[in-house]
């Protein structure tokens, strides 16, 4: 059985650029949350997905957003790429009525120049 | 607001001993949940252990277990006979109960298990 799934597991960015970061939950989840978590930091709440709809957002701008599919795997874009949003990027899924326990996938190291 | 606080950013103890890491929390809620998660240097995030607030039982996972003090509003890990595999960073992390499923993070500690 599968866990949770990213891709890719590294990016370079310059500023100003748009990137795509892909997340494939585990069999039998229908939840995906993302994280931002900055070196030495713990993570920090991005946005959640269910049923294909963002249900709950965290303190980041419209340049962040994301879209999950009716498989449910699910997609982080950022817009207009600044220095300071290099950092590991982070996916969870969670099990069908079970949400409050989410597992991650190994991240994503995106790094802005 | 939720906040959790962790504050020891490193520690390390030889191999074989017990170690506590120590992780207070501020809510006014009734009902949630306290986890702890490990991130080894793979940077891969692993649940280690949870925690419902409601029930008065400490959870326990083989060498790992919590002290959970509802009124002091701390949630403490052991390791026992820690092993050179515990070493990574350890997260302590809190959601509310009901309609909202984000995890608040603490900064984290390092654990360090010396040979």
């Known amino acids: 059985d599968a866990g949770v799934t990213q891709s890719p597991t590294h990016l370079i960015k310059t500023r100003g650029q748009q990137v795509t970061l892909r997340c494939s939950p585990k069999?039998?989840?229908?939840?995906v949350s993302w994280y931002q978590q900055a070196l030495g930091q713990g993570p920090q709440f991005i946005f959640q997905y269910y049923e294909e709809e963002e249900r709950q957002r965290g303190n980041f701008p419209d340049r962040f957003s994301g879209h999950q599919f009716p498989n449910y795997s699910s997609e982080l874009n950022v817009n207009a790429l600044l220095l300071g949003d290099s950092a590991l990027y982070l996916c969870?899924?969670?099990?069908?009525?079970?949400?409050?326990?989410?597992?991650f996938g190994p991240g994503t190291r995106l790094t802005v120049l | 607001a939720q906040t959790v606080t962790q504050s020891q950013p490193e520690m390390s103890v030889q191999e074989a001993e017990t170690v506590t890491l120590s992780c207070t929390y501020d809510?006014?809620?009734?009902?949630?949940?306290l986890f702890w998660y490990k991130q080894p240097p793979s940077r891969q995030m692993i649940l280690v252990i949870r925690q419902e607030a409601y029930k008065q039982q400490n959870a326990t996972e083989n060498r790992f277990s919590v002290n959970f003090q509802k009124a002091a509003k701390s949630f403490s890990l052991k390791i026992s006979d820690s092993q050179l595999g515990d070493t990574a960073m350890y997260f302590c992390?809190?959601?509310?109960?009901?309609?909202?499923?984000?995890?608040?993070w603490g900064a984290g500690t390092k654990l360090i298990i010396k040979p």
């Open positions: 069999s039998g989840h229908d939840t």
């Open positions: 969870a899924s969670s099990p069908v009525g079970l949400g409050d326990t989410q597992y």
């Open positions: 809510t006014s809620e009734s009902n949630y949940y």
């Open positions: 992390a809190f959601m509310k109960m009901d309609s909202n499923y984000q995890l608040i």
